[in-house]
């Protein structure tokens, strides 16, 4: 609840206090070690007989994972539709996908090999919240 206020409470870049942006996450972002956990609070299958223990978070975020995340730490995204959070850049000259193969004359096998040159490039940090608890 602390998260959402404090995303739907940031303001315009003139800071006036009547110019609150009412950002509204839709992504939860957790580490690997929280999927579990992350997946039980968004889970629609608990059914409760009584008003006050519904789960008020039931499918309120769509939940993204990354292994690389620290352990611990997560966060509330906003759709890059509503705000500009970040930007992907790729290296002059090399805009997209390359790919080379490689035929194997003796076993008729392809070998393909991928590769982009990008960067990424925060624009926006009113879009992402990262939780205080996190170390």
Same mark, same amino acid.
């Given at each position: 609840s602390k998260a959402r206020i404090a995303m739907s409470r940031h303001r315009g870049l003139d800071k006036r206090e009547s110019d609150y942006l009412d950002i509204s996450p839709s992504y939860l972002v957790v580490p690997i070690e929280?999927? @579990? $956990?992350a997946q039980q609070l968004m889970s629609n299958a608990f059914s409760p007989n009584e008003q006050g223990k519904i789960n008020i978070f039931a499918g309120a975020y769509t939940i993204i994972t990354d292994p690389r995340l620290a352990e611990g730490a997560w966060y509330l995204a906003a759709?890059? =539709?509503?705000i500009d959070i970040a930007e992907m850049l790729y290296? $002059?000259?090399n805009k997209g !996908? *390359? @790919?080379e193969s490689q035929v194997d004359f003796n @076993? %008729? %096998?392809? *070998? !393909?090999?991928? @590769?982009? =040159?990008?960067g990424c490039k925060i624009l926006d940090y009113r879009g992402l919240y990262k939780n205080s608890l996190a170390k």
């Open positions: 929280m999927l @579990t $956990e759709k890059p =539709d509503f290296l $002059e000259g !996908i *390359r @790919t @076993t %008729s %096998s392809l *070998r !393909i090999k991928a @590769t982009m =040159d990008v």
